[in-house]
């Protein structure tokens, strides 16, 4: 184990962006972990493209960082989806694709979170050469954003009824951009609070004293 972002024992990751998942305006680079968005000369941007993680997460801590190695156009944004979230839209519709419907979840350059089609002001905008960390917290359901090493907050809390994977996404609207794949890690808690948040994930909270666990057990559980 070792040192990666805001975790001080942490299993490093090797996943990259899936180059068989992903719009066929993404084009993939240095072993997958960069990604540029519509670099063809000749036809320029003409919608929203993304793509996923070659690898999706339901437990655990995650952590990775995404440089923004430009930031114009509409929308450039990090976050996680299913695999139902969309990749690729057309016909000049430039969109927050990550966020756009139930299926994904994103932050994007503007400081705006998106989910299920609304925006929310987050933080302020961030430029060129941004690095954003992403903490997914599987355990308790809840998304995070770092920029450039600062903790801006949880983003997102209602991730723990998710009955689906999530992987990391990235996506852009914006013509000859790029992004690329920093340090990423995973960490796992321990038995007793792996199987308490395995628990919380399948019994709502109404339910909870109807489960047959001592009483201290099931206020733990409504805490989750």
Same mark, same amino acid.
């Given at each position: ?115 299920? %089609?609304?925006?929310?002001? /987050?933080? +302020?905008?961030?430029?060129? #050469? !941004?690095?954003?960390?992403? $903490? &997914? =917290?599987?355990?308790? %359901?809840?998304?995070?954003? /770092?920029? +450039?090493?600062?903790?801006? #907050? !949880?983003?997102?809390?209602? $991730? &723990? =009824? ?63």
């Amino acid at each position: 184990t070792c040192v990666i972002g805001p975790f001080q024992e942490a299993f490093p990751d090797t996943w990259t962006w899936n180059n068989d998942d992903k719009s066929p305006n993404v084009e993939l680079c240095s072993r997958n972990e960069g990604a540029y968005f519509y670099i063809d000369p000749v036809n320029h941007s003409t919608g929203t493209a993304a793509v996923r993680g070659n690898k999706g997460f339901d437990r655990g801590l995650h952590y990775w960082e995404v440089t923004f190695c430009e930031t114009f156009g509409s929308s450039v944004m990090v976050g996680v989806g299913t695999k139902k979230a969309k990749l690729h839209t057309s016909n000049y519709e430039y969109i927050d694709i990550l966020g756009t419907d139930s299926e994904s979840w994103g932050l994007n350059y503007k400081g705006y979170l998106v989910h299920n %089609g609304r925006p929310t002001k /987050f933080t +302020d905008s961030f430029y060129s #050469g !941004t690095t954003i960390g992403v $903490l &997914l =917290d599987m355990n308790a %359901g809840k998304l995070s954003y /770092f920029k +450039d090493g600062s903790f801006l #907050g !949880t983003a997102f809390h209602d $991730l &723990l =009824d998710i009955d689906s994977e999530l992987y990391p996404m990235i996506a852009s609207t914006a013509s000859e951009s790029e992004m690329q794949l920093g340090i990423r890690g995973s960490k796992f808690v321990t038995l007793e609070d792996l199987c308490k948040h395995t628990v919380r994930r399948y019994v709502d909270y109404k339910n909870i004293d109807k489960l047959c666990l001592p009483q201290p057990i099931r206020n733990e559980l409504k805490m989750l």
